[in-house]
C-alpha cells in the first residue's frame, strides 16, 4: 500500500519527503524553486527603447487606412476595438511571426479579415497570392 501525504487531512499518495504533489511547499528541507530567468539586456533595451514599433500600433495604422472588410471574403468585419480581444484576431500575418520575425511589422504581411478566417487562412486565393508575392519579393526570383 503506497504512503500517505503527512499534510493535514490530505489522502494523495506521497511524491516526494513524505508529501504529495500539492502539499511540496510544506518541506522543510533544503529544496529551492528554481528562480525566475532573467530578461536579457538586449531584450530589455529593445522593449524600452520608444522607436521600435509595437504590433498594436501598427493595427491602429492599419485599421484607419484600410476599409473595414475581409481582404479574404470581402465580409464586413465584426469587431471593432471596443472588444479588444477579438478586434486583434481580425488582423492576419501572411507570413508567420515566428518564421519571419522581421516582417512582424510590416504592413504588406498583414490582411484584414474575421476571426473565422484567421484560424483558415491558407485556404483562400488572396491570402496565397499575397503569401507568394511576399516570398518572391524577400528572395527573389531566380533568372534562367
Known sequence: ???????????Y?????????????????????????AISDKRK???SDPNNPKEIDIFNEIWNERPHVSELSGE???YDKSNMAMWVCQFLHVIPKGKSP???YDKRNILLGTPEE?????RYNNFKL???ELLREIYGVKEE
Open 118 to 122: 484567421h484560424n483558415h487562412q491558407d
Open 102 to 104: 522581421k516582417l512582424r
Open 45 to 47: 533595451a529593445y522593449k
Open 13 to 37: 499518495n506521497v511524491f516526494s519527503k513524505d508529501y504529495c504533489k500539492i502539499h511540496q511547499h510544506l518541506r522543510t528541507d533544503d529544496k529551492k524553486p528554481k528562480p525566475i530567468k
Open 76 to 78: 464586413p468585419l465584426p
Open 130 to 132: 499575397r503569401q507568394f
Open 1 to 11: 500500500m503506497p504512503k500517505k501525504c503527512i499534510a493535514f487531512n490530505c489522502n
